[in-house]
């Protein structure tokens, strides 16, 4: 779990850039402990934007997650108290894996993840050959 202000969250996703492409439209976070790091699914290692952490310090996480689904998680940050504290999460209970954000004393809010390096292997989204996740039946 990484803590942040919402403000700070909502900045750094506002930085992801838009694809026309939908089998590029993924953005990468990368939680080292300290800072989340924002990537996208095609160009992982090109650092586009990082937000400061603060509060608890976790374990280490990485996901990749929906770029289009960011749209509809940015609507509800502007919703929050930008000042307050936000948690945010892979969550692997069950798949598929969910990024899960819980501000202070609010409801939790949550976004499909593409793939999760760092989560269970048995709890991993599953992909295809290609990197992609499988289609919808």
Known sequence: MAQLTIRDLYDLLSQAPRRRDLEQDGIRLVYDGKAIHLSTADQPDTVI??????????GSWD?????ASVVTVMAWLRM?????????????????VLIALTPAGGQTGAFPVIACPS????RRPLLRADGLPPCPE
Request: aromatic fraction near 12%; charged fraction near 20%; include cysteine.
């Open 80 to 96: 929050l108290d930008s000042e307050d504290l936000i948690d945010v999460s892979p969550f692997w209970a069950s798949a598929p």
């Open 49 to 58: 934007a990082a937000a400061r952490t603060c509060g608890f310090v976790t």
């Open 63 to 67: 996901v990749t997650a929906y770029r």
């Open 119 to 122: 989560a269970p292997a048995d």
